[in-house]
């Protein structure tokens, strides 16, 4: 443990950004979350640690937050997962967050800070989400990371596989991420209502039935959101897809068109592609009858890595945070971050 590690937040960006100074924390108004997802809305949130504002070279300005890595840790626990979640799930979480930062602090995804505070990156959302347990469960895995032979994961998660999850090619790069392993999951799809009103934030209770789901659209919605996205395709004959991953999504589908035909993927664009925001997942089948479209899908995210909602489950069950761990990334052990 011992050294301190500061990690540098971009929390928005905005042609003008609205802030107010307090005694010791500041409060951001209007930051846009689930940028692009079906949760995507704005909220005011309150933050604690170092503020600097960056004007860019188009004129918009950059709220940037540097703080203690584990005191990040704290509020993107809490942001992800509800902070009154069960305390293994808190600490499973405080683990893959942490090592997923450290990765990201030394090769960042973004230009000016090391990552965004959005689902992009990790969720941040500053201390409104955050309490006590939060505090708890990154203190008592302080400094923990997991590790595959020595090297520190790159620990994806996403809220529901839908009974299986999914390998890294299907989502990101053709490479083979050995801990990232298409494994069962059973909890996901016995988490009762009571459990989910505990481990989820207030705005994803919005969302509902995402272990197995179901969306309509008559053809003249599909032509529309379909031509929205990817324009000129023109009436959608027919949407073939062409490979699945092993949990079951789609990375790789063919849209007919009347005008042109298109091959998307992998799994987000194809997300992206048929729906106004973003469908649940991309694990789906497409059915064509009496002008109307039906996808029948499972899971709710990329399913890549740990699933939060079965991991939810799984400690409520009485699993640890290193049986949740072991069980959604393969071969791994936990270990502490060379300083
Ligand atoms: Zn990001
Ligand atoms: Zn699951």
Redesign the pocket.
């Known amino acids: 443990m011992g050294v301190t590690r500061q990690i540098k937040v971009g929390i928005l960006t905005a042609p003008h950004i609205d802030l107010e100074l307090r005694e010791h924390t500041f409060l951001l108004k209007n930051v846009r979350i689930g940028i692009g997802f079906h949760w995507d809305r704005h909220e005011d949130q309150e933050f604690e640690g170092q503020l600097e504002i960056h004007t860019n070279a188009d004129g918009t300005q950059t709220a940037i937050n540097t703080l203690d890595l584990e005191d990040y840790l704290c509020s993107v626990i809490s942001s992800e997962m509800n902070a009154n979640s069960p305390m293994e799930l808190l600490k499973a979480h405080a683990v893959i967050s942490r090592s997923w930062a450290i990765r990201a602090m030394e090769h960042p995804?973004?230009k000016g800070f090391h990552?965004?505070a959005?689902d992009?990156?990790q969720r941040y959302e500053g201390l409104k989400r955050m309490n006590e347990r939060a505090i708890q469960a990154v203190r008592e895995t302080a400094g923990q990371v997991l590790l595959y032979t020595d090297e520190i994961c790159d620990c994806r998660y996403y809220k529901c596989c839908g009974g299986k999850s999914e390998i890294w090619r299907t989502c990101w790069e053709d490479i083979d991420v050995p801990y990232i392993q298409s494994v069962e999951c059973p909890y996901c799809g016995r988490v009762s209502a009571k459990t989910l009103r505990l481990v989820l934030n207030d705005y994803d209770q919005e969302t509902k039935d995402f272990h197995d789901w179901k969306v309509t659209y008559t053809d003249e919605e599909l032509d529309e959101i379909v031509n929205s996205k990817h324009p000129g395709i023109g009436h959608v004959m027919a949407l073939e897809p062409l490979h699945r991953g092993a949990s079951g999504r789609i990375d790789s589908l063919r849209i007919v068109g009347s005008a042109r035909t298109e091959v998307i993927g992998k799994e987000l664009y194809i997300r992206y592609a048929l729906s106004k925001k973003c469908l649940y997942s991309s694990w789906f089948d497409v059915q064509h009858a009496n002008g109307s479209w039906t996808l029948t899908g499972h899971g709710w995210g990329h399913g890549a890595g740990l699933c939060q909602i079965g991991a939810a489950q799984m400690a409520e069950e009485g699993f640890s945070y290193k049986q949740i761990l072991a069980h959604y990334y393969v071969g791994t052990r936990i270990g502490f971050a060379a300083e």
């Open positions: 995804n973004h990552v965004c959005d992009h990156c």
